[in-house]
């Protein structure tokens, strides 16, 4: 969710890009996801904060179905976190 508690329109694969481990939770004291395994730290879009990982974390569209229930699909749409 986002700051205000709201459902993002996008989430996040925990699989870090730097070798595929698995990302830690986000931590409230870093504001920061991290890989425990080689220390890449990911801001909460999931770009890259700190290496070794070479690209943001994969995302996903979020949304809800007809019964209210959280759907992910797969993301279609240009990365907002690119610079375009």
Request: aromatic share 8%.
């Amino acid at each position: 969710s986002g700051e205000n508690g709201a459902l993002e329109p996008f989430a996040l694969q925990a699989e870090c890009t730097h070798l595929g481990c698995l990302v830690g939770p986000w931590n409230p004291l870093s504001q920061r996801f991290v890989c425990p395994c080689h220390g890449s730290e990911y801001k909460r879009d999931g770009s890259v904060a700190r290496g070794p990982a070479p690209k943001p974390l994969k995302l996903a569209k979020v949304g809800i179905d007809e019964q209210g229930q959280v759907v992910l699909e797969k993301w279609t749409e240009q990365d907002f976190r690119e610079n375009v």
